[in-house]
Structures are given as structure tokens and as C-alpha cells.
């Protein structure tokens, strides 16, 4: 256990290879309770959701859900979350834990200097706990607890309904592990009974508790970016690689620093580099090109399923290309290592 944005969490329960590989295999069950929720309401709370993200909220109907990112006028990334599109007058953000607080603020600022009065922000972080129940196993885990089949719930979709022993729950298809699964939100009176029926349902399917360990290694196998590490105040989507979740179509806040960055391109490149010789790559590294510094390494690991060193991290564009030869300097030893495409894990 360690403390980590207010919270006690879990780093792991039987070792972090064994939990990561559960999930890949069978299924891992994660208590993600930490997660901050922000409730936007009102009869303008579309408007004020499309100001907010770079994403096109209009593009999804009532119980869809999209990733989205929240940036400030400079470009640079408040948050990265998800939307939940109750109605068009309903929307619930699901925001990293240790941004909540700055998110809520950012809102509120934007709420007032944009002329939003009659749009309601709630912090609902308090009235949420959330299991996400990760792994090819997951559906037929969670089939006798639902009040609905869920492979009903589509990819990005969510249901509203009723989770063993008639708990009221939100359960969604969304996942941040690259394997199938679903996320439940529920009252955190609940969770502890939620928790026990989902694992005494996994019990024939090898399903394992799994912590804050696995969960970085399984979407840094994914290449998914995590706040902190490959997006930041300083880094814009532009520059990590996440400009399918930016649409230039509307307007938000940002929008013309984005637009100029992907027509004449940023300054560095987010990247998935593959290592050639032993070594863990670690945040922090150097990555060399040419016996020069490139860039750096934003995350890394030895990757569990693919028994080899990968990392992501920025370098200059002209560094960027698939395959393209570079090493990573590790303790003073320069170890070969190739730009490589993301995800590096697939299915």
C-alpha cells in the first residue's frame, strides 16, 4: 500500500508480473475508487462541455462515453478523461485523481470568464467507488451479477442498473489495460459487497485482485499516455500523439496553438522505443541518436507479456521514424534500443 493523491492504494496484491499476466490471460479485478468525478448540468452543459475538451461531444449519443482531453489557452494539458453522456443536459467527467481538484477549479474559472451562470459543476468524487474488472474472462465473470447480458454494453457505452444483491451501479466498457473489461461505479457503501460477489463469481476463471503495479504496466503496453509522465501542463496532445482526440471542427480552449502544431508540426514527438539489448528503460533516461541527445524516456518497463524493455518517450521529429536506431543511456551504458509503433502489445 502507499499513499498516493489523498488516497491509500494498492501497488499490488501477489506481485505485479502475476496480476498483469491474470489479466492478459483470464482477468484482474482493480479497486480504481481513487478516480475523481465532476457532474455538469444544465441547460447549457453542452455548450460548455464542447468549450472545455478537444473532443466532439456531439459525435456520441446518451449512454457513449469518449476520451477527451482538457487544455488550457496555451495548449498544455489540464487533464486527460472520459465524458459520460447521461443526456445533453447531463454529463459526468471521470478525471485522474491527483488532477480532481485542479479540473473542478479550471471549470469553474472557465465557467465564469466565458459566461456560463446557469451551468451547474459538482464534485461527486465522494459518492463514487469504482471496480474495473479487466480481462477476456470478464464478460462471462460479471454475466450472473448484471441485471442485463454484458456483451449488450458496447465499447465505450454504459448501462445504468442494477449489480448483485439489486446495488444501483454504472457500468461501462471502457478500459485503460488494452483487454476487454468493464468499470463500475457504485456507492462506496457498496463496493466492499460488490467486491467479494465479483470475485467469488471469478473464482472458476483464475481472476486476480490487481494494483496501481499492473495497471501501468498493462497500458504502457498499450501505449497508453498517463498524466505525470507523457502528458502535462507542458505537453499538448499535438505533441503526444493524440490528435484523433482533437477536433478542429468546433471550438475550444486551445484550439489555435493545436491547429498551428499539426500544421507545421511541434518540436518533439512522442514515441515507443523497443530495446534491443538488455536493460530497463526508466522515466528520466536519455535517449541518444547519432551519439547525440534526442529526447527522453517518459515511462518504461520490462514489458511481462513481451519479456523485453519498452518505454515511451519524446524525441525530435526527425528521430521519430519506425525503426529508426537509437539507445537509451541506462547507469552510463549507452543500450541499443529502435523506434517502434504503438501499441507494442496486441491481441
Known amino acids: 500500500m502507499v499513499p498516493f493523491a489523498g488516497w491509500e492504494m494498492p501497488v499490488q496484491y501477489t506481485g505485479v508480473k502475476e496480476e498483469h499476466l491474470a489479466v492478459r490471460s483470464s482477468c484482474g479485478l482493480f479497486d480504481v475508487s481513487h478516480m475523481g468525478e465532476i457532474e455538469v448540468s444544465g441547460d447549457r452543459a453542452i455548450d460548455f462541455v464542447q468549450l472545455l475538451i478537444t ?57 465564469a470568464r466565458e459566461d456560463f451562470p446557469d451551468v451547474g459543476i459538482e464534485d461527486q468524487g465522494g459518492q463514487y467507488a469504482q471496480l474495473a474488472l479487466q480481462g477476456p474472462a470478464a464478460i462471462e465473470i460479471l454475466r450472473p451479477l448484471l441485471d442485463i447480458d454484458p456483451a449488450e454494453i458496447g465499447h465505450f457505452r454504459f448501462h445504468m442498473g442494477l449489480i448483485s444483491d439489486n446495488i444501483e451501479a454504472v457500468v461501462s466498457r471502457t478500459g485503460y489495460t488494452g483487454a476487454d473489461g468493464f468499470e463500475i461505479y457504485l456507492a462506496p457503501e457498496d463496493a466492499e459487497t460488490a467486491w467479494k460477489a465479483i470475485m467469488e463469481a471469478g473464482s472458476g476463471h483464475n481472476l486476480r485482485p490487481a494494483g496501481l503495479g499492473a495497471r501501468d504496466t498493462l497500458r504502457l503496453e498499450m501505449g497508453y499516455p498517463l498524466y505525470g509522465h507523457e502528458l502535462g501542463e507542458e505537453i499538448t496532445p499535438i505533441e503526444a500523439g493524440l490528435g484523433k482526440y482533437v477536433r478542429f471542427t468546433k471550438d475550444f480552449i486551445g484550439r489555435d496553438v493545436l491547429e498551428r502544431q499539426a500544421r507545421e508540426g511541434a518540436g518533439r514527438t512522442l514515441v515507443g522505443i523497443r530495446m534491443l539489448e538488455p536493460g530497463v528503460p526508466r522515466q528520466g533516461y536519455e535517449i541518444h541518436a547519432g551519439g547525440k541527445k534526442t529526447g527522453e524516456v517518459t515511462s518504461g518497463t520490462v514489458s511481462p507479456s513481451l519479456h523485453v524493455g519498452i518505454a515511451m518517450g519524446f524525441v525530435a521529429p526527425e528521430t521519430s521514424r519506425p525503426g529508426a536506431e537509437v539507445s537509451i543511456v541506462i547507469r552510463g551504458r549507452a543500450a541499443k534500443a529502435e523506434i517502434t509503433t504503438l501499441p507494442f502489445y496486441r491481441k
Not at 456531439?58 to 489540464?78: F, H, M, N, P
Not at 443526456?87 to 467527467?93: A, E, G, K, Q, V
Open 55 to 111: 473532443n466532439d461531444i456531439e459525435r456520441v449519443s446518451d449512454g457513449q462515453c469518449q476520451y477527451a482531453l482538457l487544455c488550457r489557452d496555451s495548449g498544455g494539458v489540464v487533464d486527460d478523461l472520459i465524458v459520460y453522456r447521461f443526456n445533453i443536459d447531463r454529463y459526468l467527467f471521470v478525471v485522474n485523481a491527483s488532477n480532481a481538484g485542479k479540473v473542478l477549479g479550471w471549470m469553474k474559472e472557465v465557467q
